[in-house]
């Protein structure tokens, strides 16, 4: 049942949700030391269909691929896939803080998007001016090409914000009708049956499919197609079909904060002034596109 506003069981379960997709990306760049990034998200899709296929079966709903589905289900897939070949890319090329802080710019992409296709979804002054912001704590992390790789991040950056869109329009398609007719398991079980072949087929052109491959990376590996895609993605997915979108895309503004502070504290990343203040700027403005006027 849709709720027009977010409740304590939704707070709670997007907290929980966001910090999992924070420790991720520190998961991401250590899995990427053993495998080429794009490689690792083919391999990874491919691995969740069977936990996804096996969460519904469990729920006495077994995967149904229907004709109608085809159309909305092709892209839904083909979206997801370029949203993680950017985001594994870009946590390749840039540090976890710098990518979590383009990244997660997402809802402000949403926001854009829901203004145009989702009914009651309209950007309002107050939203327009957090839009503002979060785009300009954008551009200046983008900018800011100090620390750890910073004349080689630029790419790295790109590839960042290339993810956000992807993950805006996924988000996007997954609220349009027929894709939220599905239901999220479905939604996902779409997304990583699709996304899985093209990655796979997309891989060769990034290089060496596999670099210094060690035990723990297979383990994280396993951990990214069960816990992160099957747990992670569909307890999203179920909020973003119960709360409105733009409220449930606005608690990412949280994963920038956690995304800087395990970078630091798990890899020993550098945070310039420059990024904490594209960090605030960002959490300021998606603050501003939740907020009732």
Not at 173 to 182: D, F, S
Not at 188 to 206: D, E, H, K, N
């Amino acid at each position: 049942m849709r709720k027009d506003r977010i409740d304590t069981f939704g707070t709670v379960a997007l907290l929980a949700v966001m910090l999992l997709l924070a420790f991720n990306q520190v998961i991401v760049k250590v899995v990427n030391e053993g495998l080429q990034p794009v490689f690792f998200a083919g391999v990874r899709s491919v691995l969740a269909v069977g936990f996804v296929a096996g969460w519904l079966w469990f729920r006495g709903k077994p995967p149904q691929l229907r004709r109608a589905e085809l159309g909305p289900g092709l892209l839904i897939g083909t979206v997801f896939a370029l949203e993680f070949l950017c985001l594994f890319m870009a946590l390749d090329l840039t540090t976890v803080s710098r990518a979590a802080i383009i990244f997660y710019s997402m809802p402000v992409w949403m926001a854009v998007m829901a203004h145009f296709g989702l009914p009651g979804e309209r950007i309002t002054p107050l939203r327009a001016l957090g839009l503002v912001l979060a785009f300009g704590g954008t551009a200046l992390a983008i900018l800011d090409q100090s620390g750890a790789g910073g004349q080689a991040s630029l790419t790295g950056d790109l590839f960042a914000l290339g993810g956000a869109l992807g993950w805006a329009a996924t988000a996007f398609v997954a609220r349009r009708p027929v894709m939220a007719a599905v239901g999220p398991e479905m939604q996902l079980f779409w997304m990583v049956l699709v996304s899985g072949p093209l990655l796979l087929l997309a891989a060769p052109f990034f290089g060496p499919l596999i670099r210094d491959l060690q035990p723990v990376h297979l383990f994280w590996l396993v951990f990214q197609a069960s816990v992160v895609v099957t747990g992670g993605f569909i307890s999203w997915l179920w909020l973003l079909s119960v709360y409105p979108a733009s409220t449930v895309a606005s608690f990412s503004f949280l994963t920038p904060i956690m995304g800087l502070a395990l970078g630091w504290l798990l890899l020993n990343e550098p945070v310039s002034a420059q990024v904490l203040v594209a960090a605030g700027l960002v959490a300021g403005g998606i603050i501003l596109i939740n907020r009732r006027a």
